[in-house]
């Protein structure tokens, strides 16, 4: 995430870093959500980064896709 902090104002720079975490995003973390309650508390600190990242990272990558009318970037 400092990454991403450090570049998020450069478009070109966000493209390669989307595309760089294209399989974390788009498919390791594909259905990771928190959202849903299955009885499991959690401590969502824990997922902080993850958490961030995800939100991040769909923000951003979908409609990228959209825009570019691409299946993915990679």
């Known amino acids: ?3 991403y902090k ?3 104002n450069q ?3 966000v493209k390669e870093w989307l595309a760089k975490n ?3 995003g788009a498919k390791k973390y594909f259905m990771f959500s928190l959202d849903n309650d299955y009885g499991i508390s959690i401590d969502r600190n824990d ?3 993850t958490i961030e990242f995800t939100n991040i990272f769909n923000n951003l990558y ?3 896709l959209e825009e570019l009318n ?3 970037l990679n």
């Open 1 to 3: 995430m400092a990454i």
């Open 6 to 8: 450090g570049i998020k």
């Open 11 to 13: 478009s070109e720079k």
């Open 22 to 24: 294209e399989h974390l």
């Open 47 to 49: 997922f902080r980064y």
């Open 62 to 64: 979908w409609v990228l």
């Open 70 to 72: 691409l299946k993915q």
